[in-house]
T-cell receptor, first 115, second 112 residues
């Protein structure tokens, strides 16, 4: 049973380009969460999605960032017109059908570097 | 005041020592408390999970939650060099779904 799969593991983008980060949840998991980890900082919640629905995007920057989790395929975190401050590790986590004691399992992350 | 406070360390101990890691928090609505271990350039790995107050033990690891003091702890007995990592506390309110609030993490080094 594969874990949460994220790709690419490393991504380099020039300022102004778009970054697309992919996350395939664990088998049987229908809930996906994206987190960002800046250097020397803890993980910060960005967005929570179920299939075809955004449930909570309270941690997403208002501009340039978007996320989706289509009916088929991985969840995508998209960052448009990247800036140097977007350089960070982006982690995806997934959990099964929600009960109050759900555990979230994390992927290995995508390290985005904006040059 | 941040929602979750965690001393970033670094913390260096000799092999075999008992390690104590802790976090304090301000939101009394938190009910679920977790400890994650994160090796360098890897994703967080869930170590311990506790609901409400009390203790939970798993092998060399013991998690404690004191909701009255808004204080949680992770103890590692007989620490090993392989325990060297960053330890993140995380917590969430009851009923919320996956919106975890993390501490900044404590970097632990266990010297052989």
């Amino acid at each position: 049973n594969a874990g949460v799969m994220q790709n690419p593991r490393h991504l380099v983008r020039r300022r102004g380009q778009e970054a697309r980060l992919r996350c395939s949840p664990m088998k049987g998991h229908s809930h996906v969460y994206w987190y960002r980890q800046l250097p020397e900082e803890g993980l910060k919640f960005m967005v929570y999605l179920q299939k075809e629905n955004i449930i909570d995007e309270s941690g997403m920057p208002k501009e340039r960032f978007s996320a989706e989790f289509p009916k088929e395929g991985p969840s995508i975190l998209r960052i448009q017109q990247v800036v140097r401050g977007d350089s960070a590790a982006y982690f995806c986590a997934s959990s099964p059908q929600v009960t109050s004691n759900t555990e979230a399992f994390f992927g290995q992350g995508t390290r985005l570097t904006v040059v | 005041q941040k929602e979750v406070e965690q001393d970033p360390g670094p913390l260096s101990v000799p092999e075999g020592a008992i390690v104590s890691l802790n976090c304090t928090y301000s939101n009394s609505a938190f009910q679920y408390f977790m400890w994650y271990r994160q090796y360098s350039r890897k994703g967080p790995e869930l170590l311990m999970y506790t609901y409400s107050s009390g203790n939970k033990e798993d092998g060399r690891f013991t998690a404690q939650v004191d909701k009255s003091s808004k204080y949680i702890s992770l103890f590692i007995r007989d620490s090993q060099p392989s325990d060297s990592a960053t330890y993140l506390c995380a917590m969430r309110e009851g009923g919320s779904q996956g919106n975890l609030i993390f501490g900044k993490g404590t970097k632990l080094s266990v010297k052989p």
